[in-house]
């Protein structure tokens, strides 16, 4: 290391975007890569998710140095990079799905929640990209990172911060280098379960030198005074969601009520288990999720062609058919069959697959409801910051430079602390 040494930024994917974020920061011989997601465009209707295709349409980025060889061809330059790292923000695939393809001498670091839930995810080896050399349902070690502890990597130090995003055991990162300090927010908000967290993720990173902040909030600016808005309708945050199903349920006390929820929102699923006034059951699946990351035990059902769970409990199955007639006792998640339920009952689809009108599957998904007189209700509560909160972060951090990425629009975002980056893709900003 020479005092001529200098932090440079490289960003190669996610900026006009919402998700797929890849940014290198580097010093001198030692380097460090965040995050590796996939951009979600079901739109494009690709042949195949293979490395070639997925750079060619710029759905993960064209990262040297840090993909396995056997998946580029490319060896990895280690004279010029005597030490690597990567960090994976948070569980969602535009943050995670392309972690198998990053070179396995790389150790990669993640909070302890998520690096313990990917594999669990990844056990059927349809939620990870796979890597060279192994069955698909292979998912390569992950570094369970104790927060705020210094992880060093050469000259370069990351320190990993809990957060507060809607995947469980979303966490934020903050990157020091002898002359410089970075913070990455990952993705992040206000009205969840722990700002506390948040405020001392921004505590921390007060008066750094750049701010990577997700702009997902500003990314529909004609839609911002929307009653219809997707993002930001609905409950106002995650409690008032939680309060907004159990009034459903107190308010339809015969009536059949399912529900499904994103498979990472896992804290979410707890907090209507918890809080609801029927006794909710699980598809075998996620209870064996939850038992199989968190060692907890929930009501479950199967469906007739489900393989059987070993470490499910046998005395909490509820039968399917049971389930099927109910009208009053349960409140169940429900995957598929939805023309096999009651006339006149209420589904709650809250932030689940399809996500939004963006997936041509949302569509007819949300009609086959009606065909079946079965009322369809989005309750929905936004894993991302909004306008107000984005400017609140920003001003508690106070950063001399704000590189707003994860966005539709990047340049709504504003610094009035200092200076504002937008970078093109695969450009090198030196700090």
Not at 98 to 120: C, D, F, K, Q, R
Not at 197 to 216: N, Q, Y
Not at 350 to 374: R, T
Not at 398 to 407: E, G, R
Request: proline content about 7%; charged content about 25%.
């Amino acid at each position: 290391m020479t005092l001529k040494d200098k932090t440079t930024v490289t960003f190669y994917n996610g900026l006009t975007t919402i998700g797929g974020p890849m940014i290198e920061v580097a010093y001198n011989k030692s380097h460090v890569l965040f995050d590796l997601g996939e951009v979600y465009r079901p739109e494009l209707k690709l042949p195949d998710e293979s490395y070639q295709t997925l750079i060619k349409n710029e759905l993960i980025g064209d990262v040297p140095n840090f993909y396995d060889p056997k998946i580029t061809g490319k060896a990895i330059d280690t004279d010029r990079w005597e030490h690597a790292a990567a960090y994976i923000s948070h569980l969602h695939l535009d943050h995670s799905k392309a972690m198998n393809l990053l070179a396995p001498e790389i150790p990669l670091y993640a909070g302890s929640i998520t690096a313990h839930l990917l594999p669990a995810l990844n056990e059927k080896g349809d939620f990870l990209l796979p890597a060279a050399g192994h069955d698909k349902s292979y998912t390569r070690p992950i570094i369970a990172a104790e927060y705020k502890k210094p992880i060093q990597v050469g000259d370069i130090t990351l320190e990993i911060y809990p957060s507060d995003h809607d995947a469980y055991g979303a966490t934020g990162l903050i990157v020091r280098m002898p002359d410089k300090q970075i913070a990455y927010t990952g993705d992040i908000r206000l009205h969840g379960y722990h700002p506390d967290w948040v405020r001392e993720f921004m505590k921390a990173s007060k008066g750094s030198d750049m701010l990577i902040i997700e702009g997902t909030g500003v990314s529909w600016p004609e839609e911002k005074h929307d009653e219809n808005s997707e993002e930001f309708t609905g409950p106002k945050n995650e409690v008032e969601l939680t309060e907004e199903i159990v009034r459903l349920q107190n308010e339809n006390p015969e009536r059949q009520i399912t529900f499904n929820t994103y498979p990472t929102n896992v804290e979410r699923m707890l907090r209507i288990i918890a809080d609801s006034p029927r006794k909710v059951v699980l598809h075998a699946e996620r209870a064996h999720l939850i038992k199989e990351s968190l060692d907890e035990d929930y009501p479950y059902y199967y469906l007739p062609q489900d393989k059987k769970y070993s470490d499910l409990n046998p005395e909490l199955e509820v039968s399917y058919d049971e389930l099927l007639k109910d009208n009053h006792k349960y409140l169940w998640q429900v995957v598929t069959d939805y023309d096999k339920l009651r006339e006149g009952g209420l589904y709650i689809h809250s932030n689940a697959e399809p996500l939004g009108d963006f997936d041509p599957a949302y569509k007819p998904f949300v009609e086959q409801f009606a065909k079946n007189n079965i009322e369809f209700k989005a309750l929905r509560c936004s894993g991302h910051a909004d306008e107000k909160e984005l400017k609140e972060i920003i001003a508690g951090i106070q950063p001399a430079i704000l590189v707003p990425v994860h966005t539709l629009h990047p340049e709504l975002e504003e610094n009035p602390f200092g200076e504002r980056i937008l970078p093109k893709r695969g450009q090198t900003v030196t700090l």
